[in-house]
């Protein structure tokens, strides 16, 4: 499979003051559990016993070992807060991590939503840093490869997208060296030295992902309708889709479909993730609730699965 990126570049490690797991090419154990926790608590920070986040990420085939040593990693990050009650040990999300996990899922479950309305303008962030400050430089990569850039020539990066208040947050925050961002529209100079903006993304291999996407999850939609994945299936499965199609709005930052190839699969992603996800919220919600019974003499009532409309709505 081509990943036209390092997954360490897709989520940067440092959110705020959260240090989220690094995306991986695969699952770690501690997205895994992330993507788990955040799936049925975000909203209400609902705990969670330490035994039964082992239990539920066992069934994904982590081992007891892996999910303890995930679940305290992801504590010492601040993504996990901790509550003992003799000797049982339970966990929720910090107040910030979930208020990054729900933005992220936001973003996620906004992606592709709506029409294409591209203005024709591009965002064009420049930048000159010391020589010494490669550190510095390759957060400033990851940084704007999250926030939907891509390099065109070197110190130089682009989008389609105009500057919204994210992108001017997060890239205030690198005080080293100088940077400048305007929106400008290409002129095409009809020569071979010409090289146009979309060139900065391989869009080949970000079809292949879109079409890698659809073939592997596009099987399971007739048993989700009729419903026959249940349980810890509908659980795992569900991780899953989450955890691969979160890429995407990096991969691709919504590219002007004018200038993508005919048929550009992004749409046909999109319907599929959803159908997948939401089609799986109830029966993945009623077995992470029974696997919680086992653990807690009366589980705590905010585990509930949000849908992607719950995630765009930022519904509380």
Same mark, same amino acid.
């Given at each position: ?5 390092? &997954?360490?570049? +897709?989520?940067? @490690?440092?959110? =705020? ?35 039964? %986040? ?44 979930? @208020? ?7 973003? %996620? ?43 065109? $020539?070197? =110190? ?24 400048? +961002? ?11 030295? @010409? ?18 996407? %659809? ?8 048993? +989700? ?26 991969? @691709?930052?919504?590219?002007? %479909?004018?200038? &993508? ?11 599929? $993730?959803?159908?997948?996800?939401? =089609? ?28 992607? =409309? ?7």
């Amino acid at each position: 499979m081509v990943i036209p990126y390092e &997954m360490a570049d +897709i989520v940067p @490690d440092v959110v =705020g003051s959260v240090r989220l797991p690094r995306r991986q090419a695969g699952s770690s154990p501690q997205g895994l559990a992330t993507t788990l926790i955040a799936d049925y608590t975000a909203r209400t920070r609902a705990w969670l016993p330490s035994a039964s %986040i082992v239990a539920l990420l066992a069934e994904t085939g982590v081992s007891p070992t892996g999910g303890r040593t995930a679940i305290s990693r992801l504590a010492r990050r601040g993504v996990l807060e901790n509550h003992r009650d003799g000797r049982r040990s339970s966990y929720r999300l910090t107040r910030t991590a979930a @208020d990054e996990l729900l933005g992220g899922g936001a973003w %996620i479950a906004g992606f592709a939503a709506g029409g294409d309305s591209w203005d024709g303008s591009w965002t064009l962030v420049a930048f000159s840093l010391p020589q010494e400050a490669n550190g510095h430089r390759r957060a400033l990569r990851d940084q704007l490869r999250w926030l939907g850039f891509a390099s065109l $020539f070197d =110190g130089l990066w682009i989008s389609p997208d105009a500057p919204n208040p994210t992108v001017e947050n997060r890239l205030r925050a690198f005080g080293v060296g100088a940077m400048s +961002i305007f929106r400008a529209r290409h002129v095409d100079l009809a020569n071979t030295s @010409d090289r146009s903006p979309i060139e900065a993304w391989d869009v080949a291999a970000i079809a292949h992902q879109y079409e890698t996407f %659809i073939e592997r999850w596009r099987p399971l939609l007739p048993q +989700i309708r009729t419903g026959r994945i249940t349980g810890a299936r509908a659980v795992a499965t569900r991780t899953e889709v989450m955890d691969t199609y979160r890429r995407f709005p990096v991969l @691709d930052p919504q590219l002007p %479909i004018a200038l &993508m190839p005919a048929d550009w699969p992004r749409g046909r992603a999109r319907e599929l $993730f959803v159908s997948v996800y939401d =089609g799986l919220a109830a029966p993945a919600e009623e077995h992470v609730r029974a696997v919680v019974a086992r653990f807690a003499d009366s589980p705590d009532p905010g585990i509930r699965a949000h849908t992607t =409309g719950d995630l765009r709505a930022g519904a509380a």
